[in-house]
């Protein structure tokens, strides 16, 4: 059944025309756009309808008849099954030039604005590179038991995975023991997910579970963890339930480069790519050149990923962030890094912000990491004035593109650079890099 509630079994010959912001290939039948899953631009292929909507219809290939010479043959055996990344039928270098054209084609439509230059895309290798994510879980009987993986195309179904491409080495050996980990406890039926985490050391892995486990399935957690040389982690509720299935453990952390090493928690955000987040924080670095003389303002610092990099060249760093333990653990990674001109403070950048003490100092040079809503409530409430450069790391091209609209028209700023970044090689996601200067 369709959306709408339409049973949709047409099946027509379509030419692709161009590939839209979720990985999908556009096509035009009668006036209206079809996305079609699995499709290229300049490919002709056979397809099935699947859905079908007022403004557009959606289907899936069912065979290619005329290929695109980007097409290659991807390497997951669950590519169009899983949901993980719906690109790999697309060369990588063509994978992040669709993402470049997908944030100017959103820096001009939303925010009306085009960069004075296109920086050139930054990449890092395409496979193997996600340290941190959540495998879904779910027994399912008529399967042969229990599923881990990432959500099917279809987001009510878990896709059956025996392995992964895309996350790192060691958590692509892990799948297939720890389906059969879960499979072999007690509490199969009760834990939705587990996630997932690595920096320089070992592998930690988070049980969610919905009720209280058993000593035969704690003692099976236990052996996986030392056979796999894995910390375990429980988490019975929210967040802040969050234990280890044994004290003793070393903290987690990863060497940032510049004699900078960081230290976090199992549940905290760090980005999935490292070798793609070192390039990030250099080119930031160098888009903001900070001296000796500047007062920077680091938003959404989170555990200080730009915050103590730029404290090594400005003259002092002040780190906003809306989460209190990542705000705790930033300020303990700037003490042991001995970075005495790094601040930190905790404030919900959404909301009203007339009353915090950061507000009101005076800054040279701006630096924002928001999450996908973007950073539009925080700019209205900023005093902009001494600011000269901005440098905006955006995970959202529309939110990237609104926000660009706003310093650009409202404020007084000069859109000087924007570029792509394949922060996540084999998926439709872009994140984004742009630097304004005052005008």
Same mark, same amino acid.
């Given at each position: 059944?369709?959306?709408?509630?339409?049973?949709?079994?047409?099946?027509?010959?379509?030419?692709?025309?161009?590939?839209?912001?979720?990985?999908?290939?556009?096509?035009?039948?009668?006036?209206?756009?079809?996305?079609?899953?699995?499709?290229?631009?300049?490919?002709?292929?056979?397809?099935?309808?699947?859905?079908?909507?007022?403004?557009?219809?959606?289907?899936?290939?069912?065979?290619?008849?005329?290929?695109?010479?980007?097409?290659?043959?991807?390497?997951?055996?669950?590519?169009?099954?899983?949901?993980?990344?719906?690109?790999?039928?697309?060369?990588?270098?063509?994978?992040?030039?669709?993402?470049?054209?997908?944030?100017?084609?959103?820096?001009?439509?939303?925010?009306?604005?085009?960069?004075?230059?296109?920086?050139?895309?930054?990449?890092?290798?395409?496979?193997?590179?996600?340290?941190?994510?959540?495998?879904?879980?779910?027994?399912?009987?008529?399967?042969?038991?229990?599923?881990?993986?990432?959500?099917?195309?279809?987001?009510?179904?878990?896709?059956?995975?025996?392995?992964?491409?895309?996350?790192?080495?060691?958590?692509?050996?892990?799948?297939?023991?720890?389906?059969?980990?879960?499979?072999?406890?007690?509490?199969?039926?009760?834990?939705?997910?587990?996630?997932?985490?690595?920096?320089?050391?070992?592998?930690?892995?988070?049980?969610?579970?919905?009720?209280?486990?058993?000593?035969?399935?704690?003692?099976?957690?236990?052996?996986?963890?030392?056979?796999?040389?894995?910390?375990?982690?429980?988490?019975?509720?929210?967040?802040?339930?969050?234990?280890?299935?044994?004290?003793?453990?070393?903290?987690?952390?990863?060497?940032?480069?510049?004699?900078?090493?960081?230290?976090?928690?199992?549940?905290?955000?760090?980005?999935?790519?490292?070798?793609?987040?070192?390039?990030?924080?250099?080119?930031?670095?160098?888009?903001?050149?900070?001296?000796?003389?500047?007062?920077?303002?680091?938003?959404?610092?989170?555990?200080?990923?730009?915050?103590?990099? !730029? $404290?090594?060249? +400005? #003259?002092?760093? @002040?780190?906003?962030? *809306?989460?209190?333990?990542?705000? =705790?653990? &930033?300020?303990?990674?700037?003490?042991?890094?001995?970075?005495?001109?790094?601040?930190?403070?905790?404030?919900?950048?959404?909301?009203?912000?007339?009353?915090?003490?950061?507000?009101?100092?005076?800054?040279?040079?701006?630096?924002?990491?928001?999450?996908?809503?973007?950073?539009?409530?925080?700019?209205?409430?900023?005093?902009?004035?001494?600011?000269?450069?901005?440098?905006?790391?955006?995970?959202?091209?529309?939110? !990237? $593109?609104?926000? +660009? #609209?706003?310093? @650009?028209?409202?404020? *007084?700023?000069?859109?000087?650079? =924007?570029? &792509?970044?394949?922060?996540?090689?084999?998926?439709?996601?872009?994140?984004?890099?742009?630097?304004?200067?005052?005008?």
């Amino acid at each position: 059944m369709a959306r709408g509630g339409v049973k949709a079994k047409r099946e027509y010959e379509l030419d692709i025309v161009d590939l839209s912001h979720d990985g999908r290939g556009v096509a035009r039948v009668e006036g209206k756009t079809v996305f079609v899953s699995g499709a290229l631009p300049g490919e002709r292929v056979r397809a099935q309808q699947t859905g079908r909507n007022r403004h557009f219809d959606e289907a899936r290939t069912l065979e290619v008849l005329q290929a695109s010479p980007d097409r290659v043959v991807p390497e997951c055996p669950h590519f169009g099954v899983c949901s993980g990344c719906v690109l790999q039928h697309l060369a990588p270098a063509r994978q992040i030039e669709a993402k470049q054209c997908t944030l100017t084609e959103n820096l001009q439509r939303i925010g009306h604005v085009q960069p004075e230059s296109v920086l050139p895309a930054m990449v890092s290798e395409p496979w193997g590179y996600r340290r941190k994510g959540r495998f879904s879980v779910r027994y399912v009987e008529k399967k042969g038991g229990v599923l881990v993986g990432f959500r099917e195309t279809d987001p009510r179904f878990v896709a059956q995975l025996a392995g992964c491409r895309t996350v790192v080495p060691t958590v692509d050996a892990l799948i297939v023991p720890l389906t059969e980990l879960i499979g072999a406890m007690q509490a199969k039926r009760e834990i939705p997910q587990v996630e997932f985490i690595q920096g320089d050391g070992p592998v930690a892995l988070v049980f969610r579970h919905l009720a209280p486990l058993a000593a035969d399935d704690l003692a099976l957690l236990q052996a996986f963890g030392d056979a796999h040389g894995a910390q375990i982690f429980l988490q019975p509720g929210g967040v802040h339930t969050l234990h280890p299935l044994r004290d003793g453990y070393p903290e987690l952390g990863f060497d940032l480069g510049e004699d900078i090493r960081f230290t976090f928690r199992p549940l905290d955000f760090i980005q999935v790519n490292a070798a793609l987040n070192r390039r990030m924080i250099d080119k930031a670095i160098e888009l903001l050149a900070p001296t000796a003389d500047d007062v920077i303002l680091d938003l959404f610092c989170g555990l200080g990923n730009f915050t103590l990099p !730029l $404290a090594k060249h +400005a #003259g002092q760093v @002040v780190g906003v962030e *809306g989460d209190h333990g990542l705000v =705790a653990r &930033a300020k303990a990674n700037a003490e042991r890094n001995g970075m005495t001109n790094a601040e930190f403070f905790a404030a919900d950048l959404t909301q009203d912000l007339s009353a915090q003490l950061w507000k009101g100092q005076r800054f040279s040079k701006l630096l924002l990491d928001p999450p996908r809503a973007g950073a539009i409530e925080v700019l209205k409430q900023l005093d902009l004035r001494g600011v000269g450069r901005i440098v905006y790391v955006s995970c959202h091209p529309a939110s !990237l $593109a609104r926000d +660009a #609209g706003y310093l @650009v028209q409202e404020r *007084g700023y000069r859109l000087v650079a =924007a570029g &792509a970044m394949d922060m996540f090689p084999q998926t439709a996601h872009v994140e984004s890099i742009a630097v304004f200067e005052a005008v």
